[in-house]
């Protein structure tokens, strides 16, 4: 850091296991990307390269090429495993992965329907080729799932051999772990962690209320995901308290009382 704090949390560095800034990539330049990761490497914990928009990308290679330079891992979007699974051509996304040397992969049935068991399979199998995120939770606002399910299938889906499991959001923030107005259901949330480590989770939050929540819930080291890439900076400070909605968070009282 560029100075010395005292009162500051205890925010575990990289390479780390949690605490970890998931951003998506939504069609960045390779310029942008350049830019954005002169500033922002330091706080990135892998790039996701949203839904399906590698297929449609300019220079893809060139840019997983560019952020691998920073050692940050990259993975497609669950929308593009879904595409592939949909149209039969599972074999061929894992010859993609390979071929554009990715070795994180998202599994997701948020767009079309698999049998829960069949999922797992998949999360098996892709476990041979690198670390395997899965996504739990609905891309349709009306199929609501109720809090015994999620833990149900987040459960399975790690005993499987996903490292991580994703509460959807999509990237708007506003379907299942989210009401339409883009607000917490906070009963779910608080069910999940019940029964589901808080350190194999990544909560999606794209909105900076989202994110504060899941700060002042769990606290500086939770796993966020859908961070906008001009969002990093400020969700690092505000990780850390150095931004107003969280500036007195982890603070000692008695010592900063006059």
Same mark, same amino acid.
């Not at 891992?73 to 051509?89: D, H, K």
């Not at 505000?238 to 969280?246: C, H, I, Q, S």
């Given at each position: ?154 459960? /399975?889906?790690?005993? +499987?051999? $996903?490292? !991580?499991? #994703? ?6 923030? =506003?379907? &299942? ?27 999606? /939050?794209?909105?900076? +209320?989202? $994110?504060? !929540?899941? #700060? ?6 939770? =796993?966020? &995901? ?33």
């Amino acid at each position: 850091m560029n100075f010395n704090l005292t009162q500051m949390p205890d925010r575990l560095v990289k390479p780390r296991k949690h605490g970890l800034t998931m951003v998506m990539d939504k069609g960045l330049s390779l310029e942008e990307a350049k830019n954005f990761l002169s500033v922002s490497a330091p706080h990135i914990d892998v790039i996701k390269l949203g839904f399906g928009t590698s297929y449609v990308t300019p220079h893809l290679r060139e840019k997983i090429e560019l952020y691998k330079s920073y050692d940050l891992p990259v993975y497609f979007g669950g929308t593009l495993f879904e595409a592939f699974l949909i149209r039969n051509q599972f074999e061929d996304y894992i010859s993609v992965c390979k071929d554009y040397s990715i070795d994180w992969m998202e599994v997701s049935d948020g767009s079309i329907t698999i049998p829960h068991a069949e999922k797992c399979g998949y999360i098996e199998k892709l476990t041979q080729y690198g670390t395997v995120l899965s996504e739990v939770g609905s891309k349709d606002a009306a199929h609501i799932i109720p809090p015994y399910k999620w833990i149900e299938l987040m459960t /399975a889906e790690l005993s +499987a051999g $996903a490292t !991580y499991v #994703i509460a959807e959001a999509r990237e708007a923030g =506003n379907v &299942g772990i989210y009401r339409g107005s883009g607000e917490v259901r906070e009963g779910l949330v608080q069910e999940i962690l019940t029964k589901i480590p808080e350190e194999k989770i990544i909560w999606e /939050a794209p909105q900076k +209320a989202q $994110a504060l !929540y899941f #700060i002042e819930l769990i606290g500086c080291n939770v =796993n966020l &995901g859908n961070i906008a890439p001009y969002e990093v900076i400020a969700l690092e400070a505000m990780r850390v308290g150095l931004r107003g909605d969280t500036f007195h968070l982890f603070l000692d009282k008695k010592e900063t009382s006059k």
